[in-house]
Each structure stands twice: as C-alpha cells, then as structure tokens.
C-alpha cells in the first residue's frame, strides 16, 4: 500500500528546476495535474523513470508531492535537489555578475564561482 507524501525541498526557482529536471532527463510539465493512488495534485508535474506515479511540485510553495511506493524514491529527490541548488546557484552568481565554471573532479561536480 502506498501513501502520499510531501516534500519540503522549497523548489520555487521555476528556471533552476526545469535545468535540473533536463540535467536528469526527467520530462515533465509545466502546469499539469498527476493523479496518485490515493489523491491527485496540480503543479509543475515530474515523471521519473521507473516510478509508476510522478511526483508535483506546488508552484506556490515549492513543496513536492509524490507517491510513496518505496524508499528509492529519496534518491531521486535527493538528485534532483542537488542539481536545483547547483543551477539556482549558478544563476545567482551570473546575475550577479560573477564567472561560473562547472567540471568534475574525481567523480565530484565542482562549481567555481569568481570575479568576472
């Protein structure tokens, strides 16, 4: 049996989200509405490969509502939330005026942030 949850990842940067969503080639729409097990919700609606509900995220909030089949799904998230604060980073410093360059080092994502 399965249970809805809510998420507090706070992704309200609509532009950071839609980068990291395409980072993890997640499709997803704009303004949609997915329907649970339970439950449905409107919103900014994700489908992950392998799960057989997608997750929403509230454009108000921020807050994301998935279906709770099984613990994996955290990863997931976990990945995506890490790829939103490195592209609401990134555009941060750009509008700041600041250079940003990204690479990896030793299978680590490293985001340099300097003086333009």
């Known amino acids: 049996m399965s249970k809805t949850m809510n998420i507090e990842l706070q992704l309200k940067n609509k532009e950071a989200l839609f980068k ?63 790829y939103y604060g490195i592209e609401l980073a990134k555009a941060e410093a750009l509008k700041k005026g600041y250079t940003v360059t990204e690479s990896v080092e030793n299978n680590k994502l490293v985001l340099r942030i300097g003086m333009g």
Do not use: C, H, Q
């Open 20 to 82: 990291a969503l395409k980072r993890m080639n997640v499709r997803y729409e704009e303004n949609g509405v997915a329907k649970f097990w339970e439950d449905s919700a409107e919103g900014i609606v994700m489908y992950f490969k392998d799960w057989e509900f997608p997750a929403v995220v509230d454009a108000e909030t921020g807050v994301v509502k998935y279906d709770d089949m099984d613990s994996s799904r955290l990863d997931k998230l976990n990945e995506l939330k890490a």
